[in-house]
């Protein structure tokens, strides 16, 4: 990965609340944010039982044809 797409990548989580990221002379030092992760967790985990029952559904239906 080039360093320019890396510059990207860290651009776009700083953006989403991801990461944090101080500068100090030429070096960035990034830190990792868990609050905006420990939601999507939250999200994900929520509707991972209505996912995870509609994919057995369409295993089961595509067991029987």
């Known amino acids: 990965m080039s360093l ?7 651009h776009v989580l700083e953006r989403a609340g991801l990461l ?15 609050g905006p992760l420990a939601s999507a967790h939250a ?7 209505h996912w995870s029952e509609r994919l057995d559904a369409l295993e089961d239906l595509l067991r029987r044809t």
């Open 4 to 10: 320019a797409a890396a510059a990207k990548h860290v």
């Open 20 to 34: 944090q990221r101080t500068i100090d002379g030429r070096r960035h030092i990034c830190r990792l944010e868990p």
């Open 43 to 49: 999200w994900l985990a929520y509707y991972e039982r």
